[in-house]
């Protein structure tokens, strides 16, 4: 597992599924022109991963990524790959990004864009999984700075308090599930 604290699992040249607003596929793309400019609508996921008390395991970006570093997000959120199932795609990173394992949930999927300064933007089709790990993480430091555990309570006034500090994607998120998905969300957050 050591070997798996700095590896490098992910590179500008990555080839990323590019989707239509109906999530059909329509080509593919380098991942660094994906996120040039206003972004080019791709395919995406993110993962909010719970432990057995109900707390959301959340972490703050690398300081390398060109798109929002060191802010705080969701436990896990990347792209599948040309011809990568999502569930391969998702499991994946969870060892890639966490070293762990965890059985998801599908719940549902959106659409968003959000620049950032400058150096480009995100423009995602993102399907969005809840699931639950009683595994430790053990955070790849070429993609995660720091992870912590909050429960729900907590993200709320984090989200209150702190929001510039948060990615757009895990606002739009959180809130989709609090307000559209409360009832699955609720059973991540019992504990168990």
């Not at 972004?39 to 909010?48: E, K, Q, T």
């Not at 570093?69 to 990004?97: F, I, K, V």
Request: glycine share 6%; with cysteine; proline share 3%.
């Amino acid at each position: 597992m050591k070997d798996n604290l700095n590896r490098i699992v992910s590179s500008e040249d990555e080839q990323l599924v590019l989707v239509d607003t109906d999530d059909r596929v329509s080509g593919g793309m380098d991942k660094a022109s994906c996120h040039d400019g206003k972004g080019i609508l791709h395919r995406a996921f993110s993962l909010f991963i719970f432990d057995p008390a109900g707390r959301l395991l959340l972490q703050q970006r690398g300081a390398d990524k060109r798109l929002w570093p060191l802010y705080w997000s969701n436990s896990c959120c990347s792209h599948p790959r040309q011809g990568e199932s999502m569930e391969r795609a998702t499991e994946r990173r969870l060892r890639d990004e966490l070293n762990i394992g965890a059985d998801l949930e599908y719940v549902y999927k959106f659409i968003y864009q959000a620049s950032y300064e400058s150096l480009g933007s995100e423009h995602e089709l993102c399907w969005v999984y809840l699931g639950r790990t009683k595994q430790e993480v053990v955070p790849n430091r070429n993609e995660i700075a720091a992870t912590r555990y909050l429960n729900a309570d907590e993200v709320r006034r984090q989200l209150t308090l702190t929001e510039e500090n948060f990615t757009p994607w895990f606002k739009l998120e959180w809130q989709r599930l609090e307000k559209d998905h409360a009832a699955i969300l609720e059973r991540y957050l019992a504990p168990c």
